[in-house]
């Protein structure tokens, strides 16, 4: 007996648990470890320092192509590396304070290739 209202087409169920295995296969990365961005045609990966207001420093990396989740698995590897704050703008990633070196080397790591 259905009732009426419930919104299920004929012999469907909703499953509410299951204790069958995921089927779902996880989406792969390369092997060594790179994640899906890319150098931006022309003048590749740049590092810049910018002023802010208040006499605050920014490290903005430029150049960065890929996915929107792509660019914040770089992000916060960049934030983790060097342990500091950032955010991702617009496809520009921005790290708290004069962290060029070590941002550059962070890159290196991912097989990324930036000039300062």
């Known amino acids: 007996m259905r009732r009426k209202g419930t919104g299920a087409e004929e012999g469907t169920t909703r499953l509410a648990y299951s204790t069958a295995k995921e089927t779902?296969?996880?989406a792969t990365?390369?092997?060594t470890g790179q994640v899906g961005v890319r150098a931006a045609g022309g003048k590749g990966i740049r590092l810049r320092l910018e002023s802010r207001p208040g006499?605050?420093?920014v490290t903005v990396v430029l150049g960065l192509v890929g996915g929107e989740a792509d660019l914040a698995a770089v992000a916060r590897t960049l934030k983790s590396a060097c342990g500091t704050g950032g955010t991702l703008k617009d496809?520009?990633?921005e790290l708290q304070g004069d962290h060029?070196?070590?941002a550059q080397a962070a890159l290196a790591t991912m097989g990324l290739k930036a000039a300062i």
Request: aromatic residues 0%; positive net charge; hydrophobic residues 40%.
């Open 29 to 31: 990365r390369p092997a």
């Open 100 to 102: 060029r070196p070590a």
């Open 55 to 57: 006499g605050r420093v």
């Open 91 to 93: 496809g520009v990633v």
């Open 24 to 26: 779902a296969t996880p």
